[in-house]
């Protein structure tokens, strides 16, 4: 029953860290981004030109990276939108009355 190893529980805070990256509206590595699991959602907020983006969507297995990826995308126009129009996109056969 000797030399039984205990497992000890080492608490990473990997998904509380802030991670830094370079903002695209500035350039300065000054862009923040922070994981909410539970809203599945990133805020990415940048501390030297105060752009805010609080509504970049992330799946369970995306990181801060990958928020980063959208954002930059988002900023700059390109990629797909993150929200889809389909809700306020109504086909307009009203007008065919
Ligand atoms: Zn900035």
Known sequence: MGG???KKV???MRKTIPKIFACPNCGEKTLSIVINREEGKAVI???RCNI????????????????YGKFVD?????????????ESGK??????K
Request: aromatic share 6%; with cysteine.
């Open 4 to 6: 039984r190893k205990r």
């Open 10 to 12: 080492i608490k990473r």
């Open 45 to 47: 907020k940048c501390g």
């Open 52 to 67: 805010i983006e609080g509504d970049i969507l992330v799946s369970y297995v995306e990181e801060p990276v990958d928020a």
């Open 74 to 86: 988002r900023y700059y126009g390109v990629g797909k939108p993150v929200k889809t129009n389909e």
């Open 91 to 96: 086909p307009s056969e009203l007008e065919n």
